[in-house]
């Protein structure tokens, strides 16, 4: 079964607007991934953050990760046109998950000028 | 330079064909991943190799072969297409195992 899922599935801000998207997991993990995708392109890493971080920062993007929850969030600030992709949330369990990043189903946003 | 670049872009083929993918990546990373994205945008492992060594063998058909001749390419052969086989295939390469992964472009593959 999918190991993250991501929520909302799609999301339409204007641009300056912050986005915010959450995403779930269902085992213990090693790591937490964000990668975005652009329509037809392949994924790019965004940012990662380990199990025992709380918190991570890079330029306009924020990550929280709440262990005891089982669930991170990707904030993105003062969005763009050019942030509209899709964004996707991968775990990587360690050997419980069989040394698989899993990727969740993915958050559409789209930042209207 | 392209860090992952996979050809072709597009592969368009009758079903019972045998194709191939290529990739190659000039990053110096040990690992390199297959993965296949769905209609629905739901990625999924395939394989993953680290120094040219089967690591993830994923419960794929096994008319799907991936083939590593050097730490820097990991091809993809299929044999005997199928309708289903019809999605996008990402080659990928990491620093280590499942970290900061870098993707190729893709290729959309279309069985008829």
């Known amino acids: 079964s999918q190991q993250g899922e991501e929520d909302p599935q799609a999301l339409s801000i204007q641009e300056g607007e912050n986005a915010t998207m959450n995403c779930s997991y269902k085992t213990s993990i090693n790591n937490l991934q964000w990668y975005r995708q652009n329509s037809g392109r392949g994924l790019v890493h965004l940012i990662l953050?380990?199990?025992?971080?709380r918190e991570k920062h890079s330029g306009r993007l924020r990550v929280t990760l709440d262990t005891s929850k089982k669930s991170s969030s990707l904030l993105i600030t003062a969005s763009r046109a050019a942030d509209t992709a899709s964004y996707f949330c991968?775990?990587?369990?360690?050997?419980?998950?069989?040394?698989?990043?899993?990727f969740g189903e993915g958050t559409q946003l789209t930042v209207n000028p | 330079d392209t860090a992952v670049s996979q050809t072709p872009k597009y592969l368009v083929t009758q079903m019972g064909n045998d194709k191939s993918i290529k990739c190659e990546q000039n990053?110096?990373?040990?690992?390199m991943y297959w993965y296949k994205q769905d209609s629905k945008k739901f990625l999924k492992i395939m394989f993953s190799?680290?120094?040219?060594?089967?690591?993830i063998n994923e419960t794929v058909p096994n008319r799907f072969s991936p083939k590593s001749p050097d730490k820097a390419h990991l091809n993809l052969h299929i044999n005997s297409l199928e309708l289903g086989d019809s999605a996008v295939y990402f080659c990928?390469?990491?620093?280590?195992?499942?970290?900061?992964?870098?993707f190729g472009s893709g290729t959309q593959l279309s069985v008829l």
């Open positions: 991968a775990t990587d369990g360690g050997e419980t998950s069989g040394s698989r990043l899993t």
């Open positions: 990053l110096g990373h040990d690992t």
């Open positions: 990928a390469s990491s620093p280590w195992m499942n970290e900061k992964l870098f």
């Open positions: 953050i380990r199990s025992n971080e």
């Open positions: 190799y680290n120094n040219k060594e089967l690591i």
